[in-house]
Every structure is written in structure tokens, then in C-alpha cells.
């Protein structure tokens, strides 16, 4: 199973597509790692600097509809390579929400509130976040301050995680 | 309880319901481009699986970018290439037979009412025209429908559109499917299927409703769907003629595709297109949009006409038809790119080419081209491009450009202007 637990990025607006999560001229790449540089290149957002706030991360929590736009796996494997492999969202498009899974992967879905509360507490400080898969918890700290947030995940979904993903669960299964 | 059309497809195909209301379905066909499968099939190599499920129910093209620009791309295809010969995969469309997926797929009759389809390519909702459902999935689904056969699914949800009214004149499939898309939103689908129905959809060709279909997704949905009926059939004839005794019988078969006249919807929404006008997108996402008369004088660089959106014949005509006997602006690069070599090939008896080529308009091979800034026809900072593609967001046909949507009507009278406008100028100076 991958590590979902360590360091949050903050991108702070809905409708984030995958065209900004790795642009359509990376798409010639044939090898995952060759991405890496490249993830959120094209996004725009006040102070954010794709290569600079990218270093480090491994979660990230976003506002609605992230990863909208085109079907490429290119988006999850562009933040699998930089070591992100938890995103944390208010709602994601569905086919990159069903990458994510399939490649084993966490797209978590919280409400709007606490996605809310998150972004008010803890985006402008350096937040640390632990994924518990066994109670289904969030912890997310910062220095002071600590908030725990439940998560659910289904039950499919989180078999693709513990295979490792779908081609692995398939492969057993059918 | 009645069912809808994604209903009734995915119970004929269930092949297990591992949990809650995820259904793993069998597959009719996998479609397969240079862009999203070498990943695929590199992984099935490396986990020792390099085979298919059935190599006659996979198609594959090399479309994006075609001829290969450079080495990266040429590897591509050549992947692509190897792997169908060592597969057995004779549906494979190289260049000189290649053209845009989502038009060559339904063209060489590769769809059917009722199918179930993937294919790497979000797009691929275009095929839901012929009353199947097609979906647009990432490459790992890609690999398993190639291995397997099957894909898993949330059990559909539908909205049903219901389409009625008379369709303007200058108004077509492009600037219905564009409000629709300014009313649900970018996400107002997500997860779900639309069913596009009514007066206005009976009335369409198969090419008007792919277009419609094709953006279904740029409002999150799954697939569109519209019903299969005798246009269905006609289109589809060449291919079926042999499976049934008249087109009568062919209907009647694929009239169980129909959803039930109890069907559960999340929502029905009716949309009476008497009073629309043309339609045009502004910003990075397709659900800004406005008439083009609130956007009249903008000013553009460049002019596409093409794409699985609207890189038909009948696209092709509309465009010729406002651009016959005039030349397009000084300031304009105009680039046509007929979607497959079937309509480049009409296009060219028909005497369109000619038309765009009188008016200035470059002409390029079958390929899906400038529509996502990967080989030709990419913007520079700060450029405009009026587009027939589906597709607008920030950077999508170079760093720093700006892609309006419209129809390849407008698309055609805003190349002659050099900014936005309605076609009625350009028509109605010539009716005088
Ligand atoms: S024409 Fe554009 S939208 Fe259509 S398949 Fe090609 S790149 Fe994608």
C-alpha cells in the first residue's frame, strides 16, 4: 500500500483540470517519472510557484470538481511521482477520481465545511496530515493546532487501494 | 421499475457487483490512440500479460498527432504499431487511413446501439449517438479492458434532456450542446449520463448528434445518449445489412435499447431551442458562454475548424457555405482539418476544399491537430484562436493562448470579419 501521510499543499480553488495539473505537451512522455517536473506547470494561483510549493508535499486538499477536463492518467501519475498519492477535495471529476483508485491511489471526499474549516485553519501554515485507513480518520496538525475529521471510503474502493490497484485486483478477480 | 437506456446496457452486461452499486461490466469494443495507450501496453509487458481479450472488439488509430513531430511521438506510435501486429489486431487505421477517434470509430461502423465501449479519451461520450454507452477512462481501465474485457462502474444515474422547439436558422448542434453546458455547469453532470431527447434530437443526423454527445462530458457527464432510431438505422446500414432482413427488423432490435416510459431520472430538464442564438465560449471553461452577439468584435488570431466535435462532412459544408466567395481576413491564419480521409475525400468531391482553400484556410491531413496544442496549429502568448473543438481551457493549444468555442458556422464568419461574429452577415449578403 502507498503512504498517504506527510506534508499538505493548499490549492485553493474549484474546477482545477487536468490540463493544469500536467499539460497536453507532456503527454508525449511514455515513462511516469519523466513527468515530475511538470505537475500543476500551467495552474495559476495568487503566490504559487508549481515547482517550489510542489518539494516535499504529500497530500494535497483542494476545493470542487478537481481533475476535470481529460480522461489522462498523466494527472494521477504526475502527483504519484512527486510522492502525493492522497488528495483531499470537496468533489473530484470521475474519471480522475477513478484513476486515483486505480492506480491505489486516496481521492477523499469531505464536506463542504470542513473542507472549509481546513482552509481557514490551516492553509497558511505548514500543515502535517496522517491518513489512519483503519479508523477511517484524518488527523491534520499544525504547531497548536490539531483537528481529527472521518473520512468514508467504499468498500471497492478501498480494495483497489490495499491491491495496489485495478489492473492487480482484476487480475485476481476476473 | 422502468430503466434507462445506461440502465438497461449495463444490466445486459453485468459481469459482478463487487460492492455497493459498482458494477463491473463486459465490453463490446476498446478503442485505443497513441496518447493514452503505449503506458497501457508497456505495463502489460512488464507484468508478463502482453495480450488482448479479443483482438476483433479492439480498434486502434493513431490520431493526436499524425504525422509524428518528433522522436517522442514517433516512439509513440510506433508502440502503438507493434503491438497491434503482434496482437492480431486488425482494426488498426496507421497513417493515410488514420483520422479524429471519435469520427473514424462510428464511420467504419465500429458502434452499435446497446454496445458498452471505453476508450482512453474522454470523449469518447461521442459514440453514446448510437444509443451505446461509451466512456472515457484513464489508462489503467484502459489496460484491463484490454486484458479483460470489463470495466467497473457506478451504477448510472441519468438526466434526461428534452430537447424541443424549431431550430433557428445559423443555430446548430454546436450552439444547443454549448447553452446546455452553460446550464448544468462544468460538473453538473458528474457521474451521470444524459439522455438527449426531444423534437430537436429526432431531427439531427448522426453527425449533429455526436456533436451533441461529444461535449456531454464537458459538463462532467459519463456519456450522452440519444435514442436509436431509423436515422440510427440508415447510418449504420452498410454495416448491418446482413444481420437483418429490412431496417424495420434492425429497429425493432435495437428499440429495447429505449428507456421505459417509467424510467427514474435524477432530473429532466426541457429546453426549448426556439430562441437561441448562436452560441460562443469566454475564459478557461466551457460553461461560460454567451450568445456571440454579446461577444460581437473580439479579436482573433487564429480560426480551427475540425476536431471529433465538429470535423465532419456536414461541418465542413456549413463552414464552406458562409466562406464561398469570400476571403478571410489578412489578419487570420485559418486552419481546416477534415476529420477522417472518408470526409476529406467528400470534401474534396464536394468542392469544399476548394472553397477553403480560395479563401485562405490551410489545409491539413486527418488529426485531431491544433484542438489540443500537441503538433500544429499551437497559439503564442497571448493569441486568440475561434475554435470548432470542445475545449477552451487555459494553455489547451499553447502556453498562455485563449480558445473560444463556437460553431463552424461562426467559426467560418469570424475568419472572413477577423473577430467574432454571427454568420447571418456573410449569409444574408449573399441571399441579396
Ligand atoms: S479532436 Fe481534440 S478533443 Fe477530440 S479526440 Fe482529438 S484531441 Fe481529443
Given at each position: 500500500m502507498k503512504n498517504f501521510s506527510g506534508k499538505v499543499l493548499f490549492l485553493d480553488r474549484s474546477d482545477i483540470n487536468t490540463d493544469e495539473i500536467i499539460p497536453a505537451k507532456y503527454l508525449t512522455e511514455i515513462t511516469k517519472e519523466s513527468l515530475k517536473p511538470y505537475l500543476l506547470e500551467d495552474l495559476k494561483l495568487d503566490g504559487f510557484e508549481s515547482l517550489r510549493d510542489v518539494e516535499g508535499k504529500t497530500v494535497v486538499i483542494t476545493r470542487a470538481n478537481f481533475g476535470c477536463g481529460s480522461s489522462r492518467e498523466h494527472a494521477p501519475w504526475a502527483f504519484e511521482v512527486n510522492g502525493i498519492n492522497l488528495i483531499i477535495g470537496e468533489s473530484f471529476a470521475r474519471i480522475f477520481r477513478q484513476n486515483m483508485f486505480n492506480c491505489g491511489m486516496m481521492a477523499i471526499e469531505l464536506s463542504v465545511r470542513d473542507i472549509d474549516r481546513l482552509f481557514k485553519i490551516f492553509a497558511d501554515r505548514e500543515t502535517f496530515l496522517e491518513a489512519d485507513l483503519e479508523k477511517n480518520l484524518l488527523v491534520i496538525k499544525a504547531e497548536g493546532v490539531e483537528e481529527k475529521i472521518s473520512f468514508s471510503i467504499s468498500e471497492f474502493d478501498r480494495a483497489l487501494v490495499e491491491a495496489g490497484g485495478w489492473v492487480a485486483y482484476a487480475d485476481s478477480h476476473y | 421499475m422502468g430503466k434507462t437506456v445506461a440502465e438497461k446496457i449495463f444490466d445486459s452486461h453485468l459481469?459482478?457487483?463487487?460492492?455497493?452499486?459498482?458494477n463491473v461490466i463486459r465490453l463490446d469494443a476498446v478503442f485505443c490512440h497513441e496518447i493514452t495507450t503505449p503506458v497501457a501496453i508497456n505495463d502489460l509487458v512488464v507484468r508478463d500479460k502482453d495480450r488482448v481479450f479479443d483482438a476483433s472488439k479492439i480498434k486502434v488509430v493513431i490520431d493526436h498527432v499524425t504525422p509524428a513531430k518528433d522522436s517522442k511521438t514517433a516512439a509513440q506510435g510506433k508502440i502503438l504499431r507493434e503491438w497491434s501486429r503482434r496482437n492480431h489486431i486488425q482494426d488498426f487505421f496507421d497513417i493515410g487511413r488514420n483520422g479524429v477517434c471519435h469520427a473514424i470509430f462510428p464511420e467504419k461502423g465500429f458502434v452499435r446501439p446497446g454496445y458498452t465501449i471505453i476508450m482512453g479519451?474522454?470523449?469518447?461520450?461521442?459514440?453514446?449517438?448510437?444509443?451505446a454507452f461509451a466512456a472515457g477512462v484513464g489508462t489503467t481501465d484502459l489496460e484491463v479492458g484490454i486484458l479483460k474485457g470489463v470495466c467497473a462502474f457506478h451504477y448510472p444515474h441519468t438526466i434526461k434532456i428534452v430537447l424541443n422547439g424549431h431550430m433557428p436558422e445559423g443555430v446548430y448542434a454546436k450552439d444547443v450542446i454549448l447553452s446546455v453546458i452553460g446550464r448544468l455547469?462544468?460538473?453538473?453532470?458528474?457521474n451521470k449520463v444524459i439522455e438527449f431527447t426531444g423534437s430537436v434530437v429526432d431531427a439531427l443526423s448522426m453527425e449533429g448528434r455526436m456533436t451533441l454527445c461529444n461535449m456531454a462530458i464537458e459538463a462532467g457527464g459519463t456519456c450522452g445518449i440519444c435514442y436509436p432510431d431509423m436515422t440510427t438505422v440508415a447510418y449504420l446500414w452498410k454495416f448491418i445489412k446482413d444481420e437483418y432482413s429490412d431496417k424495420k427488423a434492425a429497429l425493432e432490435d435495437f428499440e429495447k435499447f429505449l428507456p421505459d416510459s417509467d424510467a427514474k431520472y435524477d432530473e429532466v430538464i426541457d429546453f426549448d431551442v426556439s430562441d437561441l442564438e448562436p452560441q460562443v465560449t469566454f475564459g478557461y471553461?466551457?460553461?461560460n458562454v454567451k450568445p456571440v452577439s454579446e461577444m460581437k468584435g473580439i479579436k482573433i488570431d487564429q480560426v480551427y475548424i475540425g476536431s471529433c466535435t465538429n470535423g465532419r462532412i456536414e461541418d465542413l459544408r456549413v463552414a464552406a457555405q458562409v466562406l464561398k466567395g469570400n476571403k478571410i481576413s489578412d489578419s487570420i491564419r485559418g486552419i481546416v482539418s477534415p476529420a477522417t480521409p472518408e470526409i476529406f475525400s467528400r470534401a474534396m468531391d464536394e468542392g469544399l476544399l476548394k472553397i477553403f482553400m480560395d479563401a485562405g484556410f490551410c489545409l491539413t491531413n486527418p488529426t485531431c491537430g491544433a484542438c489540443l496544442g500537441m503538433s500544429n496549429g499551437v497559439l503564442a502568448e497571448g493569441e486568440v484562436c475561434a475554435s470548432t473543438t470542445n475545449r477552451n481551457f487555459?494553455?489547451?493549444?499553447?502556453?498562455g493562448g485563449m480558445v473560444h468555442l463556437m460553431s463552424p458556422a461562426t467559426a467560418a464568419a469570424s475568419a472572413i470579419a477577423?473577430?467574432?461574429?454571427?454568420s447571418d452577415r456573410y449569409k444574408s449578403a449573399k441571399r441579396k
Open positions: - | 459481469v459482478d457487483n463487487p460492492s455497493g452499486d459498482i479519451d474522454s470523449h469518447t461520450c461521442t459514440h453514446g449517438a448510437f444509443g455547469g462544468v460538473s453538473g453532470a458528474t471553461k466551457p460553461d487555459n494553455g489547451r493549444m499553447g502556453k477577423g473577430y467574432i461574429t454571427n
